[in-house]
């Protein structure tokens, strides 16, 4: 099984729309992100949490929200999806090494908003 | 804000070539990591350099940081098609937890 799950791993919604993207992971890290990731624009952060009672804006976070619900899992929300909103959505958990964080992604939901 | 530029963003050859694809900023990093990134999954770290001047070697693939701590650069030797994906490197400035990713090299190995 994977470290890092998501679900769903593809998404198509209609403009105006509210959907939600899952993460859960088993690798025990207290710190979780999520990401997004377009064609020529590589990965952008998104929202940050290093443990349960901590959120973070990352930079692109309008529009979006999230939850962390526990340590394991970490939800993103887009309020009223629109068309721009449509990439390839990551999420990730770290462990602290030297020099940085490691990150672990998961395998990613592709969303389409229409 | 800081910026890291990959070069080149685009890359085909054939099976048994060198390459050599760079990662470039204007500012200074604390630390640099290469990741690669296949179809239909996330990116996989490959590695982590910290020092300036290091140099970081995993099997055909070698890592250098810039003696500035500013730039990066991947060399793969002998390249073969599992190595075709996406070569993101990402910096760590002074909050190592927030990294800036480049936007990447995609690299095709052909047969």
């Known amino acids: 099984d994977a470290d890092v799950t998501q679900t769903p791993r593809n998404r198509i919604t209609k403009t105006g729309k509210r959907i939600m993207l899952e993460c859960s992971q088993t690798k025990g890290h207290d710190r979780m992100y999520w990401y997004r990731q377009d064609p020529g624009l590589g990965l952008r952060l998104i929202y940050y949490?290093?443990?349960?009672?901590?959120?973070n804006k990352g930079e692109i976070s309008d529009g979006y929200s999230v939850s962390r619900q526990a340590q394991a899992k970490f939800s993103l929300s887009l309020e009223s999806a629109i068309p721009n909103q449509t990439a390839l959505y990551f999420c990730?958990?770290?462990?602290?090494?030297?020099?940085?964080?490691?990150?672990?992604f998961g395998s990613g939901t592709q969303l389409s908003v229409l | 804000t800081q910026l890291l530029e990959q070069s080149p963003q685009f890359l085909s050859i054939q099976e048994g070539e060198n390459l050599t694809v760079y990662c470039n900023s204007s500012s200074v990093f604390s630390s640099l990591q290469w990741y690669r990134q296949e179809p239909g999954e996330g990116p996989v770290l490959l590695v982590t350099v910290v020092t300036g001047g290091e140099v970081k070697k995993l099997k055909r693939l070698t890592f250098q940081f810039g003696d500035a701590r500013k730039d990066s650069s991947l060399h793969i030797t002998a390249a073969q098609p599992g190595d075709t994906g996406l070569y993101l490197c990402?910096?760590?400035?002074?909050?190592?937890?927030?990294?800036?990713f480049g936007k990447g090299t995609l690299l095709t190995v052909n047969p």
């Open positions: 949490s290093f443990d349960v009672k901590d959120i």
């Open positions: 990730a958990t770290s462990d602290s090494v030297r020099g940085g964080e490691k990150l672990f």
């Open positions: 990402a910096g760590a400035g002074g909050s190592n937890y927030k990294l800036t």
